[in-house]
């Protein structure tokens, strides 16, 4: 089992950046798919980046591509979301989620979640 501990959210302008970071407990992080999901109010929580257990892998939804960054240091137990050119459509709860197994996009399928961390992307 692991737990999950986002931070770095805030309140920024447009194209401004951010990094959220994801501390986890346990010795086994190396051993979990990371991601990064998001909920906006009144949406549903949806897929914003994946990485292998290596961190060899990843994956983003097109919202973010290109602007987006993940990245894990297995031997720290973190993992983290660089954000930049943000825009207000980026606003949201920003969820850091784990799971056994390989990298997947669907919510559903991650089994450990953290508590979330608000973005807020001002015009």
């Known amino acids: 089992q692991v737990q999950l501990v986002e931070s770095g959210g805030g309140l920024v302008h ?3 950046s951010l990094t959220l970071s994801c501390a986890a407990s346990g010795r086994t992080f190396s051993s979990y798919v990371m991601g990064w999901f998001r909920q906006a109010p009144g949406k549903e929580r949806e897929f914003v980046a994946a990485i292998s257990r290596s961190g060899g892998s990843t994956i983003y939804a097109d919202s973010v591509k290109g602007r987006f960054t993940i990245s ?3 031997a720290k137990n973190m993992v983290y979301l ?3 050119s943000l825009k207000p459509e980026d ?5 850091c989620a784990a799971r056994v197994g390989v990298v997947v996009t669907t919510n559903r399928e991650y ?11 001002s015009s």
């Open 14 to 16: 447009t194209g401004g």
């Open 91 to 95: 606003t949201a709860v920003y969820y």
């Open 82 to 84: 660089r954000m930049n």
């Open 72 to 74: 894990r240091d297995n």
């Open 111 to 121: 089994a450990y979640w953290g508590q979330g961390t608000q973005v807020t992307v």
